[in-house]
């Protein structure tokens, strides 16, 4: 059993599960550094916490630097921020830039600020990786969040892999439908997929009491939605039946929307 994180940065917590983590983090009696985009929705949260606000674009590797940095003495840091974007494989270059480096590149940034001062310091660290149930499978209806998120698995993957024995604890967060802006606005809805994964959303608190509870132990998958892991296994062990019902979910799709 591992202790529980003192001193927490969350980012994209502006809203959505980053808000909820934060929260519960807080509840816990951990010191909460809140970090989002959008300024006014950190400083929002952060004063209703009792935490510190920092607002950063994760794309951009001073900006978490300099989280980092202001953060100080960090026990977990909890890389959540996302964007999704539906579109195929004419998505523009500029929205496949910007989506990798939120989705991707910003845990690239975050390691390297912070594995200089984590590995071998005799404490267990622990890092928290959201990377979606897309990661694990797919998203129809959008090429990028795709492709990025199943670049953040293969990412914090190679982390566990890499360093566990120096002390870094490595756990990805893939939840399915999430009750969030992510899954009711105008992308999320573009995506096709949304409908589907509504009928099934969890509240953000429930994935954050589930992320919270996972903090003793060490299990690299953290699955708010237990289904996933068998669909999982369907992709590794048949990949033809699964694609081919992923396939035909997609041809339903698009005789609702012609109809």
């Known amino acids: ?37 959008d300024a006014d929705a950190a400083a929002s949260v952060a004063a209703e916490i009792g935490g510190v606000a920092v607002a950063a674009d994760v794309a951009v590797e001073e900006d978490v630097r300099r989280l980092v940095e202001t953060a100080g003495d960090i026990d977990l840091f909890c890389s959540n921020a996302g964007v999704l974007s539906a579109g195929d494989e004419n998505t523009p270059d500029q929205q496949w830039d910007r989506d990798f480096g939120v989705n991707v590149m910003s845990h690239v940034y975050v390691t390297r600020a912070l594995l200089p001062r984590w590995l071998d310091s005799g404490q267990p660290k622990r890092l928290l990786i959201t990377v979606s149930a897309a990661g694990l499978l797919t998203l129809l209806g959008s090429a990028t969040y795709s492709v990025t998120k199943h670049a953040a698995l293969a990412y914090a993957e190679w982390l566990r892999a890499t360093y566990a024995h120096r002390g870094l604890i490595v756990q990805a967060l893939c ?16 995506s096709g997929s949304a409908a589907l994964l509504a009928e099934g959303a969890l509240e953000p608190a429930a994935v954050a009491d589930l992320v919270a509870g996972s903090l003793d132990g060490t299990g690299f998958l953290i699955l708010p939605h237990p289904e996933v892991a068998d669909y999982f296994r369907l992709r590794a062990t048949d990949p033809d039946r699964w694609l081919g019902g992923m396939n035909k979910m997609q041809r339903g799709f698009e005789q609702r929307t012609a109809s």
């Open 1 to 37: 059993m591992t202790s529980y994180p003192q001193r927490v940065v969350v980012t994209g917590a502006g809203g959505g599960i980053g808000a909820a983590l934060a929260r519960r983090f807080a509840a816990d009696g951990a010191h909460v550094v809140v970090s989002d985009i």
């Open 175 to 190: 939840p399915q439908g999430v009750r969030t802006d992510m899954l009711t606005g105008g992308n999320a809805r573009g």
